[in-house]
C-alpha cells in the first residue's frame, strides 16, 4: 500500500496548523521547567493569566 501514516501527520500537526491559524500561539513541552508533568500545565502563564481574571 502507500506510505504508512502515524498520529503525528494524520492528527497532531493539522490540528497544531488550523489552531496557529485561529491566532493560537504553540508552546512546546521541551526545555520548559515550569511545566507540572502531572497536569501538563504551564504553571507561571497559568499563574499569570488568573492573576488578569481578577
Do not use: H
Not at 15 to 24: E, K, S, W
Not at 32 to 38: F, G, K, V, Y
Amino acid at each position: 500500500m502507500g506510505k504508512d501514516f502515524n498520529e503525528d501527520t494524520r492528527v497532531k500537526i493539522p490540528a497544531i496548523l488550523t489552531l496557529t491559524r485561529l491566532g493560537y500561539g504553540y508552546l512546546s513541552l521541551k526545555g520548559r521547567a515550569d511545566i507540572d508533568t502531572q497536569t501538563n500545565i504551564f504553571t507561571e502563564i497559568f499563574f499569570e493569566s488568573l492573576k488578569r481574571i481578577k
